[in-house]
């Protein structure tokens, strides 16, 4: 296997870098190295700039947003994406929902929801998980009962991530009480503005707002929002679950992030030393690096072996790649606190002038950055 890239690819990287350094606001790009959450509006915004450039879906078929790209050049742009670092587009919208009414959707449907799913237009969360339904998904219990032209939706689900932003909810609903249970499921396309859905913030552990609690009573949903057959709705949720596994390693933002530590471990010190001198924080760097590096060949090893694999059905290699991922983005973030110490403090200004001063939104706040830290010392990356 020849893991090393053509000539003709290596100038496809270039395009890719240079329309991110032109393309990407600097103000988002910040937001990104300092690791605060970008606003809904910077991601409307940025999907809307990739989709203009007809970047925002790479992976979807050609006549529908797509590029046409193999997967060795989907790969390199994702990368490029993430070590800009830019934030990718919506995955609920395309990545999830999107490639689910391709495959199984209706004309109608096709023509309606994908445009405005690849411009971002219409934001999406999904609904599968429900209290008692998690690991467990085919015991869930939210129930779509048929009524003339529309189906009833009542029940619960939970953990929806952003569905505060959402104009729409892909759910997982049971269709028919009495089958198996895998038997009796369907995938809906339910509008949140529907009367009867009713949203609840579940605040993290870091005082964030990323999940929610959604609640569906008796929300009138026409016959025409679903997808694909009636009962078949656990096969369109395994296929939609395999594609949330591509691309999930993030090696690029752990590259970005690596590039980002030895820049300010050059420049903070413990004392008469630079903290990148200090033969300890040396071994453990080299140890992410290393790691990393196999974490990326892994990767390349998926996509060279996508070509010859059988549509709609992930590489198992995939499983490793989400996991081993996670593992070097908890150990970058590690290594960035250990560098920048007391500026590493969920603190924003920012948020101070509106009136509060909690920590930034999502799970991830441990590996924000003060942006007071940049001005004091005086860095401009
Ligand atoms: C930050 C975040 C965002 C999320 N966003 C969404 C979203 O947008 N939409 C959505 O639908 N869902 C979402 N989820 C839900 C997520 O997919 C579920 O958390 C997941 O399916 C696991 O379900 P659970 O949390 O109920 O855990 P459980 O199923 O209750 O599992 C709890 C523990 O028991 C273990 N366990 C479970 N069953 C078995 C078994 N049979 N044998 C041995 N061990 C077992 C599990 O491994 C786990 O350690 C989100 C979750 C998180 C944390």
Redesign the pocket.
Known sequence: MDLRFTDEELAFRHEVRAFMKSALPERLRRKMIDRHHPSKEDLVQWQQTLNAKGWAVPHWPVEWGGTGWDPVRQYIFQDELQQAPAPSPLA?NTSMVGPVIIAFGSEEQKHRFLPRIASLEDWW?????EPGA????ASLKTTAKRDGDHYVVNGQ?T???LAQHADWIFCLVRTDMAAKKQEGISFLLIDMKTPGITVRPIETIDGGH??NEVFLDDVRVPVENLVGQENKGWDYAKFLLGNERVGIARVGVSKERIRRIKELAAIERVGDEPIISNPRFREKLAAVEVELKALEMTQLRVVAAERHREKGKPDPASSILKIKGSEIQQATTELLLEVVGPYALPYQPEQEEEGWNEPPIG?EWAGAIAPTYFNWRKISI
């Open positions: 609920f969360c999904q609904g599968f998980s998690g690991s467990d998904l689900k953990w929806t991530t990323e999940i799970p």
